[in-house]
């Protein structure tokens, strides 16, 4: 009995290792399969695939990235991953290796990277990570897509769009520039019928002034289209702020806004017609924004490499959302405006190597910034 037992036990012993044997073959067989379908798929990705160590350094890639690269696989096998990066783009490859290293992913970073032949291209980055079969974090898998194509594609399409710009840039100048000439014609004649009559009933005082306001708004949206599209050279001159505010003020119909100046003035080299833009496009948006009734308050500082000036209406404020758009070209709230007043502002400060910013509140109000660097030349401070 007991050598029976002996035996059945021997013989299911036998059974059971030629069982596991036979499937351990079959799991090595599917394994070796799976693994030889992917290294078909990594090996023949159009995507460029590079696997890296947590060193960063490459310890495989497929024939994608060896022919994009321009690299031999010998090259390239024990490379950096800084080394196959453009010089713009380091930075950024860096910072992405670091977010892998502590989230253990990345998606979608823009890298340029640079060929054998120092070509650069324009790739999207993504990177996961890599286990070794006791689950140890042993490197990266890291996918790379080449959008060259897409990059030039929207280089063309930007190119046909300036051109298109540029073109209806100067169509807008002549068409602008023609129209001063009537428009001058207009309001001359305005001013010659009220010299020449003496005595005017009330409503034809209305309709002179009607026609007054009209042709400073026609001539005012002239100018922004003007100096949009053919803005001229800066011509620095020593200015007085408060002589500017007050020319500005007296070419404007204020309606019921109590405009509070600065009780000291400040003298600054600019280009004073230039700022008279500025200004003037500040001061009607401020008091369009308060619908012809409020308080605007100009402030002025001058510290010591900085002037700095402010604008603060009473109005509205202007929504979080509309921020972002405030400075786009044609870009305007108002059914009455040709959307460049403001962008005029910006770059008639920027030129002057200032910067223009917006503080806004709903309800109580929206302050303009402008700060003008002061720059000595030949022992005058410009702001350039």
Known sequence: MESYSRYNIENDSR?????IEQNLDAIIEKYHKAEQKYRNLYDNSLDLLRTINLQGIITDCNKTYINTLGYTREETVGASIFEHVAEESLETLQDAFKTWKSNGIVRDRKIWLKKKDGQKFPTLLSATNLYDR????????TTIRDISEIYIAREETEQQKIKRISDIGVLSARIAHDLKNPLSVIKNSIELLKMRTTSLDDRTKKDYERIERAT?????????VLEYVWPKPLEFSDSSLLDIFQTVISKINVQQVAIDLPRTDVNILCDASKLEIVFSNLILNAIQAMNGMGNIHIRTKNEEKTTIIEVEDTGHGIPQDLLPRIFEPLFTTRQIGTGLGLVSCKNIIEKHGGSIEIKTQ?????????NLPKIRINGLNLQK
Do not use: W
Request: proline share 0%; charged share 25%.
């Open 134 to 141: 006791t689950g140890n974090l042993i490197g990266s898998n």
């Open 15 to 19: 059974d059971y290792e030629n069982f």
């Open 216 to 224: 400073v708004r026609i001539a005012h949206q002239i100018d922004e």
């Open 362 to 370: 709903m309800d109580k109000g929206t302050t303009f910034i402008i």
